[in-house]
């Protein structure tokens, strides 16, 4: 069964997150989801937030940038969410925008050195296990979590081209997809990372163009219906997309 998400896309400012989450809480949307674009909200606050503002709903960070983010800080943060709200948190991690990374003094080298040497790391301290690493990046020396989750959160990659997308499938637990990607592209993802899950982006105006049945056919786990640019009204657009989602689901 495909889920249903929405976005709450940090163009707006951080107190208008409190009724849009509370709004999908309502409604009964399954997920929301928050992303951390430089220089606008930080997604670990956002999502400590949007999970105290609401009883029922999950909420994804699509995605941390991991060139941003120490692992074992990104470990500390996602494990106290997890034991806080247990089964309500899905985390994306990713490259980042280069040209923000570059801003910020973090762009490396190779970010899919960095992307694979993070996830196997962070993974390994959500298990509860200690951990010795002598990356190229990450480095950690007997480093273990005092309070692991009682179940490590799923960890998703954020992945666009195909080096990415085979990272997400041998590494991750699964794909985050951009709303650029048509079903075409999900399905080649999903031969490619077999199993696992993958959350898809779909822009409002594709939805209702083509229905989001489309992409849970090519083989998407969770749809995640993203706002168009000029919406004034982030939580009348939350409702909008339960209500529309009989109909966007249908073929």
Partial sequence: MTTLGAVFVPQF????????AQAADEVGL?????????????????????????????????????PLRNVALAAMEIATLERLFPGRVRIGVGHGVQDWMGQVGARV??????????????????????VTSS???????????????????EILVGAVGPKTVRLAGSLADGTILTADTPPERVSQVR?????????????????????????????????????????PDPARFIRSVRLSSGTWMSS
Avoid: K
């Avoid at 400012?13 to 849009?20: A, K, N, Q, T, Y």
């Avoid at 220089?39 to 999502?47: C, D, N, P, R, Y």
């Avoid at 040497?117 to 959500?126: K, M, P, S």
């Fill in 191 to 231: 031969a490619q990372v077999g199993t696992g899950p993958i959350v898809v982006y779909v822009h409002a105006a594709e939805a209702r163009a083509h229905g989001l049945y489309r992409w849970a056919e090519a083989g998407a786990t969770t749809v995640v219906v993203q706002p168009p640019p000029d919406e």
């Fill in 109 to 130: 080298e190779s970010p899919m050195t960095l992307l694979a040497e993070y996830v196997t790391a962070l993974r390994a301290l959500l298990r509860g296990e200690r």
């Fill in 30 to 66: 399954d997920e929301l989801w928050l992303w951390e674009d430089c220089f606008l909200e930080s997604g670990i606050a956002t999502a400590a937030a949007a999970l105290a503002y609401t009883s029922r709903l999950r909420v994804g960070i699509g995605l941390l940038p991991v």
């Fill in 13 to 20: 400012p951080p107190e208008r997150l409190r009724p849009v």
């Fill in 135 to 153: 990356g190229r990046y990450v480095r950690l020396d007997g480093v273990a979590l005092d309070w692991p989750p009682e179940r490590a959160p």
